[in-house]
């Protein structure tokens, strides 16, 4: 049985989206905005499956934060905006649309990816592997093409 189908993580996943009011936790948007939330290991289970079931291992995150996440990131988000609820104010306050917000959460996913190719283009010019350079450099160019066609620079800051 997969370790995600097993009834302790189910009740641990539970226990933390209660706990945490089912908003994510990297970019404020919540289950009533229509994300898919999940709960995320911020030290993945496939390098320390000794944390798989420890609480103040889980952070809860929507889809596109996770994907953007990964197993390669150990970001505690957790820490990174401590109250929602001053974020829930200042994002009533300027009031995004559905579409602002899905561009935002986009937007964001997309300089993380970006900063993820990044460290891999990196890697590859510490081994002096050229092909691998070629093909990181260019993924980071294409999107970083998307990033400034599709967004607008106010919705990257601080991603």
């Given at each position: 049985?997969?370790?995600?189908?097993?009834?302790?993580?189910?009740?641990?996943?539970?226990?933390?989206?209660?706990?945490?009011?089912?908003?994510?936790?990297?970019?404020?948007?919540?289950?009533?905005?229509?994300?898919?939330?999940?709960?995320?290991?911020?030290?993945?289970?496939?390098?320390?499956?000794?944390?798989?079931?420890?609480?103040?291992?889980?952070?809860?995150?929507?889809?596109?934060?996770?994907?953007?996440?990964?197993?390669?990131?150990?970001?505690?988000?957790?820490?990174?905006?401590?109250?929602?609820?001053?974020?829930?104010?200042?994002?009533?306050?300027?009031?995004?649309?559905?579409?602002?917000?899905?561009?935002?959460?986009r937007a964001y996913a997309m300089a993380r990816?970006?900063?993820?190719?990044?460290?891999?283009?990196?890697?590859?010019?510490?081994?002096g592997l050229w092909e691998d350079q070629m093909?990181?450099?260019?993924?980071?160019l294409e999107i970083s093409r998307k990033l400034?066609?599709?967004?607008?620079?106010?919705?990257?800051?601080?991603?």
């Amino acid at each position: 049985m997969s370790f995600y189908n097993r009834r302790e993580w189910f009740e641990l996943r539970y226990r933390v989206l209660r706990a945490h009011g089912y908003r994510c936790m990297a970019c404020g948007i919540s289950k009533d905005d229509g994300a898919v939330i999940q709960v995320d290991h911020i030290l993945p289970v496939s390098i320390y499956p000794e944390k798989a079931l420890d609480e103040s291992n889980l952070q809860v995150l929507c889809k596109p934060c996770n994907f953007g996440k990964s197993n390669v990131f150990t970001d505690d988000l957790r820490i990174a905006r401590p109250s929602w609820k001053s974020a829930a104010d200042a994002r009533a306050r300027t009031s995004l649309s559905p579409g602002e917000r899905k561009n935002r959460r986009r937007a964001y996913a997309m300089a993380r990816f970006s900063n993820w190719i990044k460290k891999k283009l990196h890697a590859a010019e510490q081994r002096g592997l050229w092909e691998d350079q070629m093909r990181w450099t260019q993924a980071y160019l294409e999107i970083s093409r998307k990033l400034s066609t599709r967004f607008a620079a106010s919705d990257v800051e601080g991603a």
